[in-house]
């Protein structure tokens, strides 16, 4: 009877001896992946640390700065944020700015029909179509602002050839202050669509084709059936264009620097925050000002992003 207890707690001791080499043989093999796994992603990590945050740390610095023509710096505190705040030619460049994201996002709705009609069945060449839309989006932005540039010419361009076919007289559109802009955003509009008619067409591929289908025997027809099912459905791929958009649209530049010459009339009339950067930075040797303006748009572009992750979950609407 003495002996049994005994035999017993040498039992237990052993099993619990066995889990924990258990435990410790199955940690291992756990910790050895998760040293791979940060192994892996360890260059890419550099490469944020380096190209992202190092010159985000930089820029912040640099708008508490004042730059010598020779080089050098000085601290001057918050005088480049007060230039910032108080000059003239930042509030409209602003205002461009977010007239350009507005013209910009009238890109999705256009992106999302042209998908939808590719996406009918019995259309032909569809992949020709879909090549032709994308390929303005891989195009230098500086061949697309060249060749269109002499499209808008007031004197010969083919825009004002067009119109005086049925009767409208032509004029110079990148050199008027009040066509100026919307020129520049058309080009941006067109150049764009392929991108996101990429995006909503892998998007409307991806709802299942039982729904339309139950839909058309229940007699929706196909306008009521793109607002009830489409739409719906597609809002995770509208909500990811539209936080792209927002960002690529309020960061407009070689657009603008091609089209607009220094000498233009209208150059005022169409400058972004990114060409008033350029313009600070390396016309006017005003590194200060500029890091200091670079930074505030930065902060937009996160607030905006923020409020955009903020709402989508009132309207989109995940499967």
């Given at each position: 009877m003495a002996v049994f207890p005994s035999t017993a707690?040498?039992?237990?001791?052993d099993r619990r001896s066995s889990s924990a080499r258990q435990r410790g043989g199955s940690a291992r093999?756990?910790?050895?992946?998760?040293?791979?796994?940060?192994?892996?992603?360890?260059?890419?990590?550099?490469?944020?640390?380096v190209f992202y945050i190092w010159p985000l740390l930089q820029t912040f610095w640099f708008s508490f700065t004042s730059f010598g023509v020779f080089g050098g710096s000085s601290w001057v505190g918050g005088e480049n944020y007060s230039r910032v705040v108080s000059d003239v030619t930042v509030?409209?460049?602003?205002?461009?700015?977010?007239?350009?994201?507005?013209m910009g996002l009238l890109t999705l709705p256009v992106a999302i029909v042209l998908a939808d009609l590719m996406n009918r069945r019995g259309l032909r060449g569809v992949p020709v179509y879909r090549a032709l839309y994308f390929l303005p989006f891989i195009t230098m932005p500086a061949a697309v602002g060249l060749v269109w540039n002499w499209l808008y010419n007031g004197d010969f361009g083919m825009v004002n050839q067009a119109l005086s076919w049925i009767?409208?007289?032509?004029?110079?559109?990148?050199s008027?202050?009040?066509?100026?802009?919307?020129?520049?955003?058309?080009?941006?509009?067109?150049?764009?669509v392929g991108y996101y008619l990429i995006i909503f067409t892998a998007g409307i591929k991806a709802i299942p084709r039982d729904y339309y289908e139950a839909a058309q025997i229940d007699g929706a027809g196909p306008v009521r059936r793109f607002f009830r099912i489409t739409l719906p459905l597609l809002s995770p791929s509208i909500f990811f264009a539209s936080v792209i958009c927002v960002i690529n649209s309020l960061q407009q530049f070689d657009l603008i620097f091609v089209m607009m010459s220094p000498e233009n009339p209208a150059l005022g009339e169409t400058q972004s925050i990114v060409t008033l950067f350029f313009k600070w930075a390396f016309d006017e040797n005003a590194q200060g000002p500029a890091a200091a303006l670079a930074f505030l748009l930065m902060l937009l572009i996160a607030a905006l992003t923020y409020l955009q992750f903020r709402f989508q979950k009132r309207w989109v609407h995940y499967a």
């Open positions: 707690a040498k039992a237990h001791a093999p756990k910790r050895r992946s998760q040293r791979s796994a940060y192994l892996f992603i360890a260059p890419i990590a550099l490469g944020f640390l509030g409209q460049a602003l205002g461009n700015t977010l007239l350009y994201m507005g009767g409208i007289e032509g004029r110079y559109w990148v008027d202050p009040s066509t100026a802009v919307y020129a520049i955003g058309a080009v941006m509009i067109w150049s764009h």
